[in-house]
């Protein structure tokens, strides 16, 4: 399966994944089908770069667009926040708004750097599903965190600042949602059923089609959310 395979099967899980959140009575399932949907996105966007021109320009362009994001989000009123928020880095292809943080970064890293060594890539990515369901699913960080505060009373604010925000925002796991059922609740491990799609990848692009996932993931938003709102 060449790229555009790959990025297909990953747009369809993600709309089944939309369509579960759009419409919370929806299947569980759906849920579960979705979870492949960005570990593969990832891998393609990984495997984009061997044919980026300039990676340096692209670099720069992401930091550009980033800078503007953040400042009109800043600025933003409760009418244009969602469309700096959302639309804006849809459109542009920003990464000011991935969703996942230092986690899925280094998930990128890992398909980047091993994306042509297929043993490599079988052990790092297992490793990595298990390592974040661990860290998503147990009670072990909070309760180093208890333990920490307990034994310092005084780093209770380096604490709470982890808590609330370099954990959920900039590492990407939540404390909220800590504990619950591995099926219904964190069901992250079910990315690992990406691993037989990507290493089907031929790693050819395929066809040339740039700017239509762009569209369909900016559309397909706003198509599930008038419906769910207005029918």
Request: charged share 10%.
């Amino acid at each position: 399966m060449n790229a555009f395979h790959l990025k297909l099967i990953a747009a369809a899980a993600m709309l089944l994944d939309h369509i579960a959140y759009f419409f919370p009575n929806t299947s569980i399932c759906f849920h579960w089908i979705g979870r492949i949907s960005a570990p593969i996105f990832i891998f393609c966007a990984g495997n984009s770069v061997h044919y980026t021109h300039s990676k340096k320009l692209y670099l720069l362009y992401q930091f550009i667009v980033c800078y503007i994001c953040g400042y009109l989000i800043q600025n933003s009123n409760a009418d244009t926040e969602s469309i700096c928020f959302f639309l804006l880095p849809a459109v542009t292809g920003s990464l000011y708004t991935m969703e996942g943080g230092l986690i899925f970064v280094s998930l990128g890293l890992i398909l980047y750097l091993f994306s042509y060594k297929k043993i490599y890539m079988i052990l790092s990515y297992v490793l990595f599903v298990l390592l974040y369901t661990f860290l998503s699913a147990s009670y072990f960080i909070p309760a180093a965190l208890h333990k920490i505060w307990m034994i310092f009373p005084a780093l209770r604010p380096c604490i709470d600042c982890m808590e609330e925000y370099i954990l959920p925002v900039l590492i990407g796991i939540h404390p909220a949602a800590y504990g619950g059922s591995l099926f219904f609740v964190h069901y992250e491990w079910m990315m690992i059923f990406a691993l037989p799609v990507l290493l089907h990848c031929n790693h050819t692009r395929g066809l040339k089609v740039k700017y239509f996932f762009y569209l369909f993931y900016m559309l397909h938003i706003m198509l599930l959310w008038y419906i769910a709102k207005f029918l």
